[in-house]
């Protein structure tokens, strides 16, 4: 993890990314490139989900690698809370010898760190509107591990639960004679283990600003290689505990269901989401006199070794990697020239990482056997006509 910091301040912090973004910009708004819309555009977010995703980066306007704050995607899932920051507190209690309440002053007290990472929703592509919930930028705050090593936390603690601002009525056991209605926040958890990993931010700045009221406002835990979930916002509460945590967002909903074949049978398994998955997707096809590039993005929990893309029924092609832009926990880029030729054509996209792990066809079992729209990481198929 030393590893990832150093990498990400050499290559992704300060003026550098000021530098770079001007010239992907530059690459991308030189008035050579008109994008050539995808004719599979997703439907509209219909009205009850409305509320609970805001915005969504759209592929076809992306032309930077730093995705700026106010197209970044955004997803809520209780009350939008509107947070004071005179009156913010962030409480660290439970399983600790020296329980903290910082203001945040105190907290931006603390030294800075800075992290170049991805963040994406785990239903994205796994919902007909939800396409593109999926962004990149520059976190910064203070180490988690420092605040956790601080309040000296007791041996028996096993469990790290991150609570938010926001909160909203549950129903468990609905519509029986145990039925129990609860009010509670919106809420994770992760092993101390995972939460004492050096990535993990208690973050204040996104892309050099304040958090954004929709990103958080003002402090959010930033958990790199982790989905969107995970990175509790709006967050005032560290509770250490020696029992799971099992609210609606671990043990409820956000949960994926697969069938899986054993032999002769078939064993149903239940997990909650949490790590990220090997994904990428094709964004956009751009023309610029008479020639065409497709580009793209590749992200996930380990760092991306190659991109293969497919057009119509053809082999695999590799796709070029930019070098520019860099940042283990960040996607990365790619390009491929292509000689289109008139009519309809399909573009497939797949991830390949420096483990050897392939990103999933949608046949593969992992994919195919799921029965929830969770962690949809197969292969995504783009359509486009040329004219
Ligand atoms: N407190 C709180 N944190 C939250 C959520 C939420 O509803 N409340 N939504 C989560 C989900 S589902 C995702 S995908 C990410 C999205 O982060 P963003 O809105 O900054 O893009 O935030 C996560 N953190
Ligand atoms: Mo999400």
Known sequence: MGELQRRDLMIGGGALVGMSLLQSRAFAQSGRGTVIPWSDQPPPVPPPAAGIIRSQTAWENLDSWITPNDKFFAIGHYDWPQIDPKDWRLDISGLVESPANLTLDQLKSLPRQEVTSTIECSGNNGLPFLTSAVGNARWTGTSLAAVLKAARVKPAALEVVFFGTDKGEEVLRKDTPLELKVTENFARSMSLEDAMNPAMLLCYEMNGAPLPHANGFPVRLIAPGWYGIANVKWLNRIELRRTRYMGRFMGRDYVTVRENQIGKRTLVTETSVGRGLLKSAPARVVTYDGRYRIEGMAWGPQPIAAVEVRIDNSPWMKAILDDTHRSEAAWRFWHLDWSA??????????????????????????????RTFWESNGQLTRHLRIA
Do not use: C, L, V, Y
Request: aromatic residues 0%; hydrophobic residues 25%; without cysteine.
């Open 341 to 370: 030729s008139p009519g309809e054509h399909s573009i497939t996209t797949r991830a390949i990482d420096d483990t050897g792990e392939k990103q999933p066809a949608m046949d593969d079992p992992s994919i195919a056997n799921k």
